[in-house]
């Protein structure tokens, strides 16, 4: 299955669906609702693609969204290339949070503000949705508890992310985490490692990676974070970014007003999102 959540013409309200080619299939409640009801409810009204607007898959999230960084060998490499530092790899995943403010949707606008950050960058990275609540989960059960994959582009405020010293301030300014455009179920997806991940800016490729290169595939993650800590259904994992990012580069590029970014991953989809300045 590939839910989605929307909007109809001339309503705001926030609705699930069901992806089906150029139709979108309305059902009961919320993806948060699905995700604990275990099934989904009667089918309703149909919408074509074209005529709704797309919404975070879980527009507003009960907890922040849990984020990996420092997963793929060559990011860890760009990264110390760029700070002129000696490449280290992390023995053990290394966490931080997006706050629940900086979720936005696939093809909305990422508000830039002048006053607070020069050096907006790109992340392309896979999520996973957490399904079944579970703590001290062990790697062999960890895919079990996934109820499905999307989308999300980590934005990064690379000079406040410097400034502060640690990673959560430069990496959750409103809008800062897109995330979509749907949540597809492990049935239909398959399994996560060996899924091809690409940025582009203005039509530029920009990432160009594959999950079987993380330092830490999906189970290990679920595994570690669990430990001694339980997570929810409906929880949101990032699991890092390839190689590619703007601070990255020679020299270094960050996103101006009006910038592209098309963020995309083998089997679910293609987000959408203009960088819009203002201060």
């Known amino acids: 299955m590939r839910y989605l959540t929307f909007s109809a013409p001339g309503d705001p309200m926030a609705r699930l669906g069901i992806l089906e080619g150029d139709r979108v299939v309305t059902l009961p409640g919320s993806l948060a609702d699905l995700i604990h009801a275990g099934k989904p409810g009667p089918r309703g009204r149909e919408y074509g693609t074209d005529d709704i607007r797309w919404h975070a898959p879980i527009p507003r999230p009960s907890k922040n969204v849990f984020c990996v960084g420092r997963n793929y060998l060559t990011h ?115 399994h996560p490692q060996g899924k091809h991940l690409s940025l582009k800016v203005n039509g530029v490729l920009k990432q160009n990676g594959n999950t079987r290169d993380m330092i830490f595939a999906v189970d290990e993650i679920i595994a570690s974070l669990s430990h001694g800590m339980t997570l929810e259904a409906g929880d949101i994992i990032a699991c890092g970014t390839p190689d590619g990012c703007g601070f990255g580069r020679t020299p270094p590029e960050f996103l101006q007003d009006g910038d592209i970014m098309e963020t995309a991953i083998e089997g679910i989809g293609t987000m959408r999102n203009r960088i819009a300045a203002h201060s």
């Not at 999520?127 to 079944?132: D, E, L, Q, S």
């Not at 579970?134 to 410097?162: E, M």
């Open 76 to 190: 860890i490499e760009e990264g110390a290339r760029a700070r002129g530092v000696e490449v280290k790899i992390p023995g053990a995943p290394v966490f931080f949070t997006k706050a629940p403010t900086a979720v936005t949707g696939p093809f909305d606008d990422i508000p830039w503000d002048r006053s607070v950050t020069n050096q907006v960058d790109w992340e392309a990275e896979l999520g996973v949705v957490i399904g079944k609540t579970g703590r001290n989960i062990p790697k062999t059960a960890a895919l079990d508890h996934v109820f499905g994959y999307t989308v999300i582009n980590d934005v990064t405020a690379r000079d406040v992310q410097n400034k502060h010293f640690q990673f959560f301030k430069g990496k959750t300014l409103d809008g800062f985490c897109p995330i979509g455009p749907v949540v597809v179920t492990p049935d239909e997806f398959g």
